[in-house]
């Protein structure tokens, strides 16, 4: 970061210029170390310049808030202080949006603010989840303890994130293959071929009717194709994050065949680990559930998990709560959830949960992975079939009528 600055020197001389730091502490710590002697210091900005990198666009993944969190508790475990640490992993760190964030977040923590508080300022890169965690450690004194918490838990989410994302590109990158040979036939090859085929005289077969009438269409009428594509893309894409939308979406993925039970192992997994980490850190119990409802990214399993919370700070039990949702809430997890409670380790047995529907949602990935390659191909063969039989079949005809 660049800082402008006015100053003195020994002689009282003003001297008025820029400096690059990483925060203004530095900036005046090296502005001392030149026997300048600063009456202001301020950042720099540029607006309409080049440098604002147009940062609407920089994305930060969730791979590199992982990586990030992991060699940050591995720097605060070896007694580096939280500053230092920071600043040296925004050294590393290529992602400029994020680089920046973070030597804001070690310039806030030289100046006082606790590092809670630093990184609760930038929410859309550090859930409360993990916020909350951070602020547990510093009330506790085991912050490096707790760091480690935040990168296993966060490196199960993307593992399980990233596995089953890994299960549906292959079926996106073939259907949009057979799209495009779809289109290129369907707009280039048959209109050259309609001509020979109706100048046979002979009666086309249904099937060749049925592709000229989608080519004849898909040509003289593209722009109601591209409209309703459009139509189709952006209310799949804007939708679901309208809060009716969400609401609508959430419940729909829950009650559809297979995936429906893929979708319950994972909210299921994901409530059963931030529940436990967040426990193991020292939070109450009922933070700790509205923390959970916040993260769990379903509002089906929100509603839930703030009703259970409202009923534990009526007394009640958490499986008190969970028993009232069999068609969301498996009887395995409900009874695991009532032995940690009896036997005063909950956090441990939630973390059994974990393991358990972990194994769940890998069998299932790896299952469907299995299926769903003979699926395609079945259907992109029969999809092949019918071009093929709509131009063939009257080029069959017209050749054994002139054999």
Not at 362 to 378: A, H, K, Q, W
Request: contains cysteine.
């Amino acid at each position: 970061m660049k800082f402008t600055y006015q100053a003195r020197t020994k002689e009282g001389e003003i001297k008025k210029g820029t400096i690059e730091a990483i925060s203004k502490i530095v900036a005046v710590d090296l502005l001392h170390k030149n026997s300048l002697y600063p009456t202001s210091v301020s950042e720099e900005t540029k607006i309409g310049s080049l440098n604002m990198e147009i940062k609407m666009f920089e994305m930060i993944s969730s791979k590199e808030v992982v990586m990030f969190t992991r060699e940050l508790s591995i720097m605060i475990e070896s007694n580096v202080p939280p500053a230092k640490a920071l600043e040296a992993l925004g050294d590393q760190i290529t992602n400029k949006a994020f680089k920046e964030k973070i030597f804001k977040i070690a310039s806030d923590i030289r100046e006082g603010v606790t590092m809670s508080k630093s990184f609760s300022r930038y929410p859309k890169v550090f859930s409360s989840f993990y916020v909350n965690m951070i602020r547990s450690g510093e009330i506790s004194g085991t912050l490096p303890e707790v760091l480690k918490k935040i990168a296993d838990h966060l490196e199960n989410e993307y593992y399980i994130k990233s596995k089953t994302m890994g299960a549906m590109i292959y079926p996106i990158v073939v259907l949009v293959v057979f799209t495009i040979i779809f289109l290129v036939v369907i707009v280039y090859i048959i209109p050259g071929l309609v001509e020979v085929l109706e100048s046979s005289g002979k009666e086309l077969p249904l099937v060749t009717k049925i592709v000229i009438g989608v080519s004849n269409f898909a040509i003289n009428y593209w722009w109601i194709v591209l409209f309703l594509f459009i139509g189709i893309v952006s209310f799949i894409a804007y939708y679901p994050k309208t809060k009716e939308g969400k609401t609508v979406t959430d419940e729909l993925m829950l009650k559809l065949p297979i995936i429906g039970n893929f979708q319950k192992n994972v909210c299921m997994n994901r409530f059963a680990e931030n529940l436990s980490t967040l426990l193991s850190s020292g939070k109450p119990i009922t933070e700790a559930l509205e923390v959970t409802g916040d993260l769990i990214g379903n509002d089906i399993y929100q509603k839930i998990i703030l009703e259970t919370r409202d009923g534990v700070l009526k007394g009640k039990k958490i499986s008190d709560g969970l028993v009232k949702y069999p068609k969301y809430i498996s009887p395995l997890f409900v009874q695991m959830i009532a032995v940690g409670e009896s036997t005063g380790k909950i956090s441990e047995t939630l973390m059994n949960v974990v393991r358990f529907y972990k194994t769940e949602i890998e069998t299932f990935v790896d299952s469907i992975s299995n299926i769903i390659e003979p699926v395609l191909i079945l259907g992109l063969a029969g999809m092949v079939g019918i071009l093929v039989a709509a131009v063939f079949l009257p080029l069959y005809q017209i050749g054994s009528t002139v054999g």
